[in-house]
Structure formats: structure tokens, C-alpha cells
């Protein structure tokens, strides 16, 4: 009898060992890996205003998992729009290769405190719907270039692009009340484009205007005293049309809350035409105490002045705008 009982009491412990192992390769089993490439053949219709763009690519993704199914659960976190163009599949040796086309508008946040001599990371990346990180990882297929160096962005300078892969948490279960932490995990798949601004053409034609009117404000100085008035209207008039320029400037470009270089221009502009009124208000004081040799001087040494301090703090702001 007791040797029935060591023999059940010996198949129970095999049973269990199996049982235990087959819980722990569960438990421990490795989610599938989705070999990704990207190819850009154009980045177009960057605009400021929308903070968008437009891309267009080619993707490519190589899995066994049949489930996956890329062509329905592909996901393009920050796209206002996706459009596949062109897809195929190739099945064979056990194995998925999908190949599409895609045309996508996305958002981004733009880094406009330089601008126009700004640098921007244009992000795209794509995830599955429907597998979280537990059932896919993303490996990044770097083989070769990830764009055609023969396109070109008009204005722009691509300086880099990188493709990575890594992790995105969502701080919820998607309704799951099993999660001990409301929070899933996403494999990705990420490019990263870093642009820089051919700016200087873009940076006269924004500013000339605004440089012009400090100009005419600053040719006060060289009037007559005897028209007191003309000056008062030229610079008034050069104050009016800074301002101008600065909404015209500030239309084209997304809200911000810090201060710009484009605020940091017209700001400097404004207070040196504000220094070319309290200057000529000066000389007009000397001039009703008929001092008329001494108001010259003042307007003389005056104009020097706020015309190379103007200079010096415009080339220094500019100087650090283009550092970054």
C-alpha cells in the first residue's frame, strides 16, 4: 500500500512541475517583433499657422504574426489625416512583408522663439491598435537611407533623421478593471527630422519694413529745428507702421506665450523710436530758450548714439538667434 501511495504521490509532483513550467513560459513568453523601415520621398506644406505639415513615405513591416494585420490596425498617433495610397502583401516563407504608400497631414508644436532662424523636429511614429507592448515590440530597420536626397524642402535643410523605437504609456486600461495601475503600453516605431531655416531671405523680407521705419524715425535728427513738426510726424508715422509690420509678422505664426525674437525686434524697434520722440522733444525745448547751437549739438550726438545702440542690440539678439 505505501508503495501505491509513493508512486501517486511521485506522479502528482511530475504533474505539478509540469503544470508550473507551462505557467512560468507563459508568463514569460516574449512578444512578437515587427522588423519596421521608413522611406520619406517628400515633406511639404509645412504651415506655421495650423501647426502642420505634410508627408509623404513609404513603410514597410515584416512580422509572422498573421493577427497584426498593419493594413487595418495601423495607428498614426499624430496624424490629422492618413492615406494609404498603395499597399501589397507578400506572404511567403512564413512570414508577412507589407509595403505601403502613405500620405499623411500631421500635427506638431513649433519652436518659434528664434524664428526666423529657427530649427525644427518634425516627429512621426506609428503603433498598432490593437497589441499592446506585451504581444509586439517595433525593431527599427535601418538599412540604407530613410529619405531621397534628391527632394528638397524649399527654405529648409534637413540635418538629420533618426529612427528609433521605444515605448508609449497611456495612463489608462481602456476600461479594464483587472490593471492593478490604470495604465497600458504601446510598442512604437518613431522618425525624427531635425530641419534647419535657409532664414536670411525670409528674415529681410519680414524685417525690412520695420528697419526702413526706424530709419525715417531716425532722419529726424538731421531736420531743421525750424521744423519741429515734420519731425514729430515722421516718427509718429514710423511708430504706427512698426506696429504694423508686427501684426503682419505675428499673422503668419502660431500663438505664443513667451517672447519672441520677432517680439524682441519690434519691442527694441519701438522703445528707439520712442528715445527719437523724447529726444526731439529735448531739442525743442532748447530751441523755444533759443539755444539753437546747443540743440544741434544734442541732436548730433544723440543720433550717434541710439543709431549704435540700436545697431549693437539688434545684432546681439540676431547673433543669439542663430546660436541655437
Known amino acids: 500500500m505505501a508503495k501505491y501511495i509513493g508512486k501517486l504521490f511521485l506522479a502528482f509532483t511530475v504533474l505539478a512541475a509540469v503544470f508550473s513550467s507551462e505557467s512560468v513560459t507563459a508568463q514569460t513568453a516574449r512578444p512578437d517583433t515587427v522588423y ?34 498593419f493594413l487595418h490596425n495601423l495607428e498614426v498617433p499624430q496624424a490629422k489625416s492618413v492615406t494609404t495610397s498603395y499597399s501589397t502583401v507578400d506572404s511567403s516563407d512564413n512570414r508577412i512583408y507589407l509595403l505601403m504608400k502613405l500620405q499623411c497631414v500631421m500635427k506638431d508644436s513649433w519652436a518659434i522663439n528664434n524664428f526666423p532662424f529657427d530649427r525644427q523636429k518634425l516627429r512621426f511614429s506609428i503603433e498598432n491598435s490593437q497589441f499592446d507592448s506585451k504581444s509586439l515590440v517595433f525593431a527599427a530597420d535601418t538599412l540604407g537611407k530613410h529619405f531621397d536626397p534628391r527632394f528638397t524642402l524649399r527654405g529648409w535643410h ?48 519680414m524685417f525690412l519694413g520695420m528697419y526702413v521705419a526706424f530709419l525715417i524715425a531716425y532722419m529726424c535728427f538731421y531736420i531743421h529745428t525750424d521744423s519741429i513738426d515734420s519731425r514729430f510726424g515722421l ?39 520712442l528715445a527719437v520722440i523724447i529726444g ?15 540743440a544741434k549739438k544734442f541732436d548730433f550726438i544723440f543720433a550717434q548714439v541710439v543709431l549704435v545702440a540700436y545697431i549693437i ?11 541655437y
Open 235 to 273: 516718427s509718429v508715422g514710423a511708430l504706427f507702421a512698426v506696429i504694423g509690420n508686427k501684426y503682419i509678422v505675428d499673422s503668419s505664426l502660431p500663438e505664443s506665450t513667451t517672447f519672441t525674437l520677432v517680439d524682441t525686434l519690434h519691442g527694441v524697434t519701438l522703445i528707439f523710436i
Open 36 to 69: 519596421s523601415g521608413i522611406y520619406i520621398t517628400s515633406i511639404h506644406d509645412i504651415n506655421f499657422k495650423d501647426k502642420e505639415y505634410s508627408i509623404n513615405l513609404w513603410l514597410w513591416l515584416k512580422y509572422k504574426n498573421k493577427k497584426f494585420d
Open 313 to 323: 542690440l539688434n545684432a546681439w539678439f540676431i547673433f543669439e538667434a542663430t546660436r
Open 158 to 205: 534637413i540635418d538629420s533623421l533618426n529612427v528609433s523605437t521605444g515605448i508609449k504609456v497611456y495612463e489608462t486600461g481602456f476600461g479594464d478593471e483587472s490593471l492593478a495601475k490604470p495604465h497600458t503600453e504601446y510598442s512604437n516605431f518613431k522618425v525624427r527630422v531635425q530641419l534647419d531655416r535657409n532664414a536670411m531671405g525670409l528674415f529681410w523680407k
Open 280 to 294: 526731439t522733444s529735448l531739442s525743442l525745448k532748447m530751441v523755444k530758450r533759443e539755444q539753437i547751437e546747443k
